[in-house]
């Protein structure tokens, strides 16, 4: 099977052969990356990110048909390289919440937008960098069809918090862009660098206070309230990954 390498290099040659100027060291300049990279990356040595491999189309004038050709043949290969990615794209199904609140199954397929995928407890409050994701490098990053939020991320749910709504090794997606409604499932960031994923209800103390109520899924854990100053961020839920669990 022609990998993503073999297919670039197989581009490039196409275009050499139309412009004898057009070299490796070329391919790289307009495509913005060092030659070192391009030369590891022809050798099979490393993988463009998804907006390198546009890029990289771009350089070489690709059609559209060839560029997506190229996306699958590189996202197939960081696929290939994590096993939980692979288990997932075979043994996950997506669900997409619709106006009414209900959430819809619908093909997980390879669409336009990469997500960055966290390691979160969802039982646990964690801390948020100042560009507002949570600290560290993303575990991993997933194409979620229909989404058009660059802010987008997503985390692995870690704890019974949301059970039964969210369980152990669902994948839930976090828009920032879209407007919170009561009762949705978010991720929420307090003024003090904490994180918690619970469903978040707004609501109105007898003095004409407003406040949020932060509630889990799971009704051993209690509700905990907080004033609205003392919100941040309130990212609520666009999709969840659910694994198809064998009824009884």
């Known amino acids: 099977m022609e990998t993503y390498a073999d297919a670039v290099k197989r581009f490039l040659e196409q275009r050499r ?31 463009p990110d998804y907006d390198g491999v546009e890029r990289i189309s771009r350089a070489l004038g690709l059609s559209d048909r060839d560029d997506q050709y ?3 043949l590189a996202a197939r290969q960081k696929a290939d390289a994590n096993p939980l990615v692979r288990e ?25 937008q990469r997500v960055p995928v966290f390691e979160i407890n969802a039982g646990t409050e964690l801390s948020y960098d100042d560009g507002g994701y949570p600290v560290g490098v993303a575990d991993d990053y997933l194409s979620i069809p229909g989404l058009t939020d660059p802010n987008a991320f997503g985390c692995f749910v870690r704890g019974d918090s949301m059970v039964p709504e ?3 090794g669902d994948i839930a997606i976090f828009s920032p862009a879209r407007r919170p409604g009561s009762g949705d499932i978010a991720f929420v960031r307090t003024t003090d660098g904490r994180t918690t994923l619970k469903h978040v209800y707004f ?4 003095g004409g206070a407003k406040h949020v109520r932060l509630a889990a899924a799971n009704r ?27 009824s009884a």
Request: aromatic share 8%; net charge negative.
């Open 17 to 47: 052969q139309r412009d004898n100027s057009y070299t490796q060291n070329e391919l790289a300049r307009r495509a913005g990356y060092s030659t070192s990279f391009i030369a590891a990356m022809l050798k099979g040595a490393c993988l």
């Open 70 to 72: 190229c996306k699958s």
């Open 88 to 112: 997932m794209v075979e043994h996950m199904e997506l669900q997409v919440k619709e106006a009414e609140g209900s959430y819809n199954t619908i093909p997980l397929t390879v669409p336009a």
């Open 166 to 168: 969210l369980e152990e």
């Open 203 to 206: 609501e109105t103390a007898p």
């Open 220 to 246: 051993h854990y209690p509700d905990e309230r907080l004033p609205i100053a003392n919100i941040v961020h309130i990212c609520p839920m666009y999709a969840k990954l659910k694994y198809r669990r064998e």
